[in-house]
Nanobody
């Protein structure tokens, strides 16, 4: 069983920044992909960003230019740097690791952006 722990959520004013981190108990050296998703109150979970083994990244349109996903293989950790935050970014953010058929999710961390 893979353990996944998230850190970094909190309250921030609009225009501010936060960095989320997510650590896995298993090596991410040969992982298929890692990603961040979010779920706002009353809405479905949506993609924020993903990063592959080769380092290719993909972002939802509303996050492009504001959010950056990156990884540290030595720490088995994926990060999400969020800049220029908006109130509509308020949500619970979840990280995901996928090794083939093995899929692991973090517990979720709340990000609240005040106007």
């Amino acid at each position: 069983q893979v353990q996944v722990v998230e850190y970094g959520g909190g309250l921030v004013q609009a225009g501010g920044s936060l960095r989320l981190s997510c650590a896995a108990s298993r090596s991410i050296f040969s992982i298929n992909s890692m990603g961040w998703y979010r779920q706002a109150p009353g809405k479905q979970r949506e993609l924020v960003a993903t990063i592959t083994t080769g380092g290719s990244t993909n972002y939802a349109d509303s996050m492009k230019g504001r959010f950056t996903i990156f990884r540290d293989n030595a720490k088995n950790t994926v990060y999400l740097q969020m800049n220029s935050l908006k109130p509509e970014d308020t949500a619970v953010y979840y990280c995901n690791f996928t090794w083939g058929a093995l899929d692991a999710w973090g517990q979720g961390t709340l990000v609240t952006v005040s106007s």
